[in-house]
């Protein structure tokens, strides 16, 4: 268990720094940055067989159930004091929102965690590390002989547990472990559900935007991304808005995610047919893992009123119907007063011969 002081452990540490760093319950891939005097600083880093750190950003190994493989990593103290470190190999899996957790250092893996030993026999060691030293431990990743085929991730996790006044502060530093067994792949995402709904000003018809909340899950063996489509057509297939592009972080097999986007630029055509586009891919750059995945799709309709034109057409049909209202009750008007007054020269006329009648006698 070689340990490398002073100016080469410096060295190291400098080339380690920039994998994966997490605090308390959870981790996430990278590392600590310099700190302050007195603060606690970890870093990780994969070593190649010459005991040098290299630019993997991940340990990925591809073995037949039964098989083993080893591998070295850098453990660093990049604080300004003595640190009692924890070395774990658990197992992964993602968050409701996609990120990248590892299981808390005090949880026992059930998964790729307990396929890993270090030097002392198990899944964990223990030790201590002055500052700016680093060191080299051994491990062994033991694929079971029943191992299922697929992907199964986990990480490397190192831990410091800072203590506190009320509470400590655990701090983890980790690197993913992607173990491939070979076998029947099955690579697969699904869109679980896809629903939108449109916000924007009523005043405003074609600045509106699209919120869409759409879930993936990986129902296959294989951890996938994948390059994110969001399209918008309203009547007639026309389209609404510009494609817009994304992506979602690798999901690992047998987890879910929930994820929200935002389609901007989406006018009130009242019809609006949002779809998504998921082509998932294998996130690695090693060629033999990379898989061909048939592309998902999903879409819904969304309802988006166009309330300035609706507002404009009331009004118009408002001042249509009193007009026509009115036009109507001066016509009515007009009747009943040509027949008040056809009443009253008939009236007239009546009575100018009722009283000619009534003098002719009198001039006889």
Do not use: C
């Not at 190999?89 to 998964?111: C, K």
């Not at 008939?346 to 009648?357: F, S």
Request: no cysteine; glycine share 8%; net charge negative.
């Amino acid at each position: 268990m070689p340990r490398i002081r002073h100016a080469l452990g410096a060295v190291l540490l400098v080339l380690a720094i920039g994998v994966f760093p997490f605090a308390s319950g959870s981790a996430a891939l990278a590392d600590d940055a310099t700190p302050p005097p007195g603060d606690v600083g970890v870093a990780t880093r994969p070593a190649g067989p010459d005991g040098r750190p290299d630019n993997r950003a991940r340990f990925s190994y591809t073995a037949d159930p039964g098989q083993s493989v080893t591998d070295q990593v850098y453990v660093g103290n990049t604080g300004t004091e003595r640190q009692d470190f924890t070395v774990v190999a658990t197992d992964a899996l993602n968050g409701p929102d996609g990120a990248f957790n590892l299981l808390p250092t005090a949880e026992t893996p059930s998964g790729l965690g307990s396929w890993v030993t270090f030097e002392n026999g198990q899944n964990r060691i223990q030790f201590s590390l002055e500052p700016q030293e680093v060191r080299l431990l051994t491990f062994a990743v033991a694929f079971p002989a029943d191992a299922t085929p697929g992907d199964h991730v986990g990480g490397i996790v190192a831990s410091v547990v800072q203590e506190g006044q009320q509470v400590n502060l655990d701090r983890r530093v980790a690197t993913a472990v992607f173990a491939r067994v070979s076998g029947d792949l099955q690579p697969r995402l699904t869109l679980a559900s896809f629903d939108a709904t449109f916000q924007g000003d009523w005043w405003n018809l074609f600045g509106g935007t699209l919120k869409v909340l759409y879930t993936v899950n990986n129902p296959g063996n294989v951890a996938l991304a994948a390059n994110l489509t969001m399209s918008t057509a309203t009547w007639f297939g026309i389209p609404a808005a510009g494609d817009q592009g994304g992506s979602t972080p690798v999901l690992l097999p047998g987890n879910s995610a929930t994820y929200e986007f935002d389609i901007n630029g989406v006018g009130q055509w009242g019809y609006l047919n949002p779809s998504a586009r998921l082509q998932p891919f294998a996130d690695t750059t090693d060629v033999s893992q990379q898989v061909l995945v048939t592309p998902v799709s999903r879409d819904t309709v969304v309802v988006a009123l166009p309330w300035t034109l609706l507002i404009a057409a009331a009004v118009v049909t408002a001042i249509v119907l009193l007009l026509r209202w009115r036009r109507r009750r001066d016509e009515a008007r007009a009747q009943e007063w040509i027949a008040y007054t056809e009443q009253q020269a008939a009236a007239a006329a009546e009575a100018k011969v009722r009283a000619v009648a009534a003098a002719a006698p009198a001039d006889s």
